[in-house]
């Protein structure tokens, strides 16, 4: 394969073998080779390289025994991967060569591999082939084990083994070509994977009438079929992951979906984007933005967007005068940590906290925890990932878990009778930590089984940072229409310039933040960055080995890399105590990893049923091993003993991904760049830390600090729908445009500030001074208007009308149900809940009648509550709100509660 691949001749020295491809007759001529070593391996050439991997795979126990040379069973001496370059006329030879050496580079030799590769300008269609070591090769030599960390994942299906669909060395091959493209600004971007799946058919490609070919077919059938008659289908997967979707994107997925006639896939694109579930949108001047979504989305984020309307109207939420004023007498709050800890504990069920990274959040968020507790509230902690709820738990929840987990609890204990689980109520609040990481599923769960229990729901997040993977971005909705507060001040930097870079960060200056860590020399550009950041690593620990650091790469391969050799360098300083290899697992992925006394693991899974503190994300130091047990000290303190046969869901844990360190503290942080660093993980990357933070680029690939601040600002941004008009909507506001004059206007019951724009971004306006100014404005119109003032008495009316009706078609319904039984208790609470609504209604037309006396008098504000309530029910009204004085009795039984 290396002379094929390289149209060269090679002697194997092993067996005396000549393979010759010089005059090899091809239609794909080679346009470039190349041969990479890793940093720090022996200064082999090309023949020197696989005449070492022939002798790594000899049966060394047969050699000794026979004295014959044989490869040893199952021996595998190399990967040949294949890489469909572009094709379009934008690039150039040479940036195909540049984008194989970079990803070669990045994917294989900065993993340790060595790589012989090629590329071969096929007419239509130009490759590049990668002929790749299965052993990491150091300066010794090849190690002792295989890199099967780096290898896909198999499975087996009727007997057969295969790659599985988890593998991503296409993704991360798309990923990379994507940010080629976007860094030069080409107008190009790789077509998404295709919608359905297919067998490989190998060898059998080249046989007529093969039973895979056949099934493939026939599955690309399917899919043109379901492309063209099913365009929901295609509307689903176009929306899975994100809210809106562009014309270009659902071309590319007819085109994967087997489509390949463009007149065929314009067809079914027209079918898509005419058929009723999709939906084309306009900006706020009725003008089309090229963006489409599907009605279910819109749907869901309405359905969220209604629950958050229910829970704002809901009353009561609040801590007592005495509960605030005892938890802040343990805490010192700073102005803007006093403002959040304020809202938090009003009377309000829903609120939202933004709260930027290092600024406080968690402090302040335990202060009103404590508030509630005083009161006698049942008090809850939720979020999204097993580190941050046990970060939680460790700062004084007394219950933390995942939101999914606390969910199901919720939804059996509504569900069942006989479950243990205590259901939430009216007196509970739950604290959602990291709530802009929810996707919009998990959101709407939230809201509903708060809707349902009464409880009030308190959510601390920020939208800058890490969003969810699934379909999201509807927390920055939540907080535009809720009460809510802002904690800027970042404090956990202790360096002046460190904090104002984090701000800098949270307001998406990535440029003046990475302009900051230049100046003070926390960015170092190097062609090994690897080297050296273990290289300072180990100098740091030799001066200070009890400072909490931590490090942050962007892909898996590199981090299980950079624990291995941070694990072998304690080794050598003696901090690590002998070593046993262990086979360990990371999801889907399977590896291999050397572990001593005193290293630092990190566990992948969580296996409560093995040992409770066994979760996903815990860190400890290891005490004891051996093959049958391994014994860790976590963080925390507390003592985890397992069998590594049986769990198998642990690691290293000197490094991690940016996903593991959203919510974390550390003191010094060594970031490796790489090609997932967006505005996102830059955010959260760069501010974990409390000490030192140290940027290692590889001057190889990022040639200036602007190519650098330019990949770090990417924009992964997830929002929502609504910002945007349906065609309905847009039609409204081209009508009210050309019905007066100026430019056109908005929908009824818009502002112009809360109007989103696709091209600028959406202003910074506080929700909660335009909501008082819209009231305001309302209630001067009505007070000098009797017109609108009689509007707004039966509006209200109508609304303590309906409610009543619902109390009444409820109690009805609650006649014919077995007292005692699930549903009747059910029934009880939400009886509870109607009459709160009943009272509240009543409260509020009170308040507009007695407000609206003087505009239009008793006599009239009587007569349009009796044109909804009737003649009895408003006098009942009106002697409520004091405008007529009470006759004994007569409030009692007139169908509303006091």
């Not at 940093?39 to 014959?68: C, M, N, Y």
């Not at 593998?167 to 091959?173: A, F, P, Q």
């Not at 080297?531 to 030799?542: F, T």
Request: hydrophobic share 35%; net charge positive.
């Amino acid at each position: 394969m290396a002379a094929y691949i390289d149209r060269d001749r090679f002697t194997r020295d092993l067996t005396g073998e000549t393979f010759d491809f010089r005059n090899h007759k091809t239609d794909d001529p080679v346009l470039a080779r190349g041969f990479e070593l890793p940093p720090g391996s022996p200064a082999w050439d090309r023949q020197q390289l696989w005449d070492a991997v022939d002798k790594s795979e000899i049966a060394t126990k047969h050699l000794s025994r026979t004295g014959e040379v044989r490869l040893r069973s199952g021996a595998q001496l190399a990967k040949h991967y294949v890489f469909a370059l572009p094709k379009d006329a934008q690039i150039t030879d040479a940036q195909r060569i540049e984008m194989a050496r970079q990803h070669i580079q990045e994917q294989f030799t900065d993993n340790g591999l060595a790589c012989q590769w090629a590329i071969h300008m096929q007419a239509g269609n130009p490759h590049l082939h990668a002929l790749v070591t299965t052993r990491r090769l150091g300066r010794e030599g090849f190690d002792k084990h295989k890199a099967t960390d780096l290898n896909p994942d198999f499975a087996r299906k009727n007997g057969k083994g295969f790659v599985s669909a988890q593998d991503r060395i296409s993704e991360k091959w798309e990923a990379f070509q994507n940010r080629y493209f976007e860094e030069r600004e080409l107008d190009l971007r790789v077509d998404p994977c295709g919608v359905v799946s297919q067998l490989h058919e190998g060898k059998a490609r080249h046989i007529e009438a093969s039973w895979k070919t056949a099934e493939n077919e026939a599955r690309l059938e399917d899919a043109r079929q379901t492309a063209v008659v099913e365009p929901q289908t295609i509307l689903e997967k176009l929306t899975v992951r994100q809210c809106l979707f562009t014309e270009r994107e659902l071309h590319a997925v007819l085109k994967k979906a087997g489509l390949e006639d463009m007149a065929e896939r314009e067809a079914a694109k027209q079918r898509v984007l005419s058929c009723p579930e999709c939906v084309k949108l306009y900006d706020g001047e009725g003008q089309e933005t090229g963006l489409y979504t599907s009605t279910h989305v819109r749907a869901e984020e309405r359905a969220i967007l209604e629950l958050t309307d229910r829970k704002m109207r809901e009353a009561g939420g609040q801590a007592s005068e005495h509960a605030r004023r005892q938890a802040l007498s343990r805490k010192t709050l700073d102005p803007e940590q006093r403002e959040a800890f304020d809202v938090m504990t009003a009377a309000n069920r829903l609120c939202v906290i933004q709260g930027r990274a290092g600024a406080g959040k968690s402090y302040t968020m335990g202060a009103a925890r404590d508030a509630f507790e005083v009161d006698g509230w049942r008090v809850v902690g939720v979020a999204p990932t097993n580190t941050v709820s046990r970060d939680m738990h460790t700062d004084g929840f007394r219950e933390a878990s995942t939101v999914h987990a606390e969910l199901l609890r919720q939804e059996k204990a509504r569900t069942n009778p006989r479950s243990r689980v205590k259901a939430w109520d009216r007196k509970t609040v739950v604290f959602v930590a990291e709530a802009a990481m929810l996707d919009n599923r998990t959101m709407h769960r939230l809201l509903e089984q708060a809707d349902v229990s009464g409880a009030k729901v308190v959510m601390i997040g920020d939208d800058a940072q890490l969003a969810s993977i699934q379909r999201g971005g509807m927390y920055s909705e939540i907080r535009q229409k809720t009460d809510h507060a802002l904690i800027s001040l970042v404090r956990r930097q202790k360096q002046d310039w460190m904090r104002q870079a984090s701000m800098d960060l949270a307001d998406g200056k990535i440029k003046e933040a990475m302009t900051a860590y230049r100046e003070h020399g926390c960015i170092k550009a190097l062609g090994r960055p690897i080297e050296a950041l273990l290289q300072d690593w180990k100098r740091d620990i030799g001066r200070n080995p009890d400072v909490n650091r931590f490090i942050y790469a962007g892909i898996n391969t590199k981090v299980n890399r950079i624990n291995d050799d941070c694990s072998k360098i304690m080794r050598e300083m003696g901090m690590v105590r002998g070593g046993i290899t262990y086979d360990c697992e990371k999801g889907e992925k399977k590896f291999q990893q050397t572990i001593g006394v005193g290293d630092r693991i990190q566990f992948n899974a969580t296996a409560k049923s093995i040992d409770k503190n066994l979760i996903n994300g815990n860190f400890g130091t290891v005490q004891k091993q051996s093959q049958e047990q391994i014994e860790v000290k976590l963080d925390s303190g507390a003592i985890v003993s397992f069998d590594p046969q049986e769990y198998k869901g642990f690691a290293l844990g000197y490094a991690g991904t940016v996903y593991k360190g959203q919510g974390k503290t550390q003191t010094d942080v060594y970031a490796l760049h790489g090609v997932t660093w967006n505005s996102r993980t830059t955010y959260v990357g760069a501010t974990r830390h409390k000490g030192d933070f140290t940027l290692y680029v590889d001057n190889e690939r990022v040639k200036s600090f602007e190519q650098l601040t330019r990949s770090m600002s990417r924009s992964q941004d997830r929002i929502s729908t609504l910002g945007y008009l349906d065609e309905h909507q847009a039609n409204q506001v081209k009508e009210r445009g050309r019905d007066r004059d100026g430019p056109a206007g908005t929908l009824p019951g818009w502002s112009r500030a809360e109007e989103p724009s696709l091209d600028a971004p959406k202003p910074e306006i506080d929700p909660e001074r335009l909501r008082a100014a819209r009231e305001t404005r309302e209630r001067q119109e009505r007070l000098t208007n009797p017109e609108k003032a009689r509007e707004h008495i039966q509006t209200k009316a109508r609304e303590l009308r309906e409610n009543i009706t619902a109390r009444d078609k409820h109690k009805v319904a609650m006649e014919k149900m077995q007292p005692g039984s699930l549903d009747y208790r059910a029934a009880v609470k939400k009886l509870a809940r109607v009459k709160g609504k009943v009272q509240e209604a009543g409260l509020a037309l009170g308040k507009s009648c007695k407000e609206l006396a003087e505009t239009l008098g008793r006599e009239t504000i009587k007569a349009e509550v009796a044109k909804v309530l009737g003649l009895e029910k408003a006098g009942v009204v009106m002697q409520r709100c004091g405008l007529e004085k009470a006759v004994k009795n007569q409030i009692k039984g007139m169908g509303y509660d006091r």
